[in-house]
């Protein structure tokens, strides 16, 4: 998120699934997310940056 300068809004607004500032900011935290959340994540970030992510580029645990 920091690369592209987006902050927890631009995620939820351009995502199709229910995500909310709270899931986003958790994790740019850096707090344990579980899997389903993940996913959701990495879809609104690759819609947002128009780039292909996976989850080992986004979380490291």
């Known amino acids: 998120m920091a690369e592209h300068g987006f902050k927890p809004h ?3 607004s351009s ?3 229910q995500i909310t ?3 986003v900011s958790r994790a740019a935290k850096g707090r344990r997310l579980n899997l389903k959340i993940q996913y959701r994540l990495l ?3 690759n819609k947002a940056a128009n780039k292909q992510y996976t989850l080992k580029d986004l ?3």
Do not use: I, P
């Open 15 to 17: 995502s199709t699934e």
């Open 43 to 45: 879809n609104a970030l």
């Open 21 to 23: 500032h709270k899931m």
């Open 10 to 12: 631009n995620l939820v």
């Open 59 to 61: 979380f490291n645990y």
